[in-house]
């Protein structure tokens, strides 16, 4: 294990004193930063970028250039999995990720392969070796998934959809097979996260973007209960390591108490909540991550230093905070806004 140079985020994971609340922000590898832009280009496509790790490695690398940040995270996609399962993921101008053969029917859930992580995801591997071997232990790298809910929903609607009608059908006529569609990708995901702690990153994320359109009952039934068989598998295959895990619900407020009981350490936290509310649910069980609203991002830099100081005063006193935006920065942010944001987060932390 390399011994980091910056271990905020760790020692911030483990709710631990810190000498400033440490701060890393949600797509901060992305099209905001012209230097990305530069690259994007010469890889020719998105999904070109995502697949050929030096160029991912160069991508991720950038903001920690730009920005004292207390965490790289690793540039890749939530629908790699998908893909290296078959389904032909693309990205559409204009419309986003979209799968060229989408799950149909129950014999195209049953014939689902489980990805061997270290073969159909190699290129995921090889940049989280060189994103962790360019960072030499300056702060910990972020590994991350979609979880298996939110990963389902694209699969069986073929392209993003708020709504997703297909698999909300599912929910009332084919509960069975959309459970075996889960702990299909619950494997998976099992498998691919346990992959890249081994390649190098010392924390992963869950992203669980689209939890937040269920109601309570489908929220623990077809993704909490498969989030949490998750974490317990990474524990259990990464016995010595002990890497925390971070779990992003999207719209998942009202969730977490029973978010805080699924063996995660770190809940990361929407900005339509208040973390002081929040810290009252949760007590001591986990740290929290977030929470201000990227579009703040866009404003003056008062309101920018003054957005980031209420942020920490709603978390208040003592440890366990990591800043971070409620959800990923938007490409309209002018990249000088960022060194504002996280100048105003470690000046008036310290100072506190």
Not at 133 to 153: M, N, Q
Not at 243 to 260: N, S
Request: charged letters at 20%.
């Amino acid at each position: 294990m390399i011994k980091l140079k910056n271990d905020r985020l760790l020692r911030a994971i483990r709710r631990q004193p810190v000498d400033m609340t440490p701060i890393w922000i949600m797509r901060q590898a992305g099209r905001y930063l012209p230097e990305y832009r530069v690259v994007r280009q010469k890889a020719g496509s998105f999904l070109t970028l995502c697949k050929t790790p030096e160029l991912a490695c160069e991508v991720a690398l950038q903001p920690l250039a730009r920005y004292p940040l207390d965490a790289a995270i690793l540039f890749s996609d939530i629908l790699t999995i998908p893909d290296a399962m078959g389904l032909g993921l693309q990205f559409l101008e204009g419309e986003g990720p979209a799968f060229e053969k989408p799950l149909h029917s129950a014999r195209d859930i049953q014939n689902l392969p489980i990805p061997d992580p270290e073969i159909s995801l190699s290129y995921v591997l090889e940049a989280v070796r060189l994103i962790a071997h360019e960072l030499d232990g300056k702060v910990p790298l972020i590994g991350f998934s979609g979880s298996p809910w939110t990963l389902a929903t694209y699969m069986v609607e073929g392209k993003a959809n708020k709504a997703f009608p297909k698999i909300q059908t599912m929910i009332e006529e084919e509960s069975q097979l959309l459970h075996l569609l889960l702990q299909k990708l619950t494997d998976a995901v099992s498998l691919y996260l346990s992959a890249q702690i081994k390649a190098g990153v010392q924390v992963v994320m869950i992203f669980d973007t689209w939890g937040g359109m269920l109601n309570t009952p489908q929220y623990q039934e077809y993704s909490l209960q498969y989030v949490k068989q998750i974490i317990a598998n990474i524990a259990a295959t990464n016995l010595t390591s002990q890497v925390p895990v971070v779990l992003f619900t999207k719209a998942g407020g009202q969730w977490l108490e029973l978010m805080a009981e699924s063996g995660c350490d770190v809940i990361g936290v929407d900005w339509e909540v208040s973390l002081a509310d929040a810290r009252k649910k949760v007590g001591h069980k986990v740290a929290l991550q977030g929470n201000l609203n990227p579009a703040i991002l866009c404003q003056s830099e008062a309101t920018i230093r003054a957005e980031a100081a209420r942020v920490l005063a709603d978390f208040g006193d003592g440890c366990g905070h990591i800043f971070n935006l409620g959800h990923g920065i938007t490409p309209d942010v002018p990249p000088e806004n960022v060194a504002i944001l996280v100048d105003a987060v470690h000046t008036l932390s310290a100072r506190n």
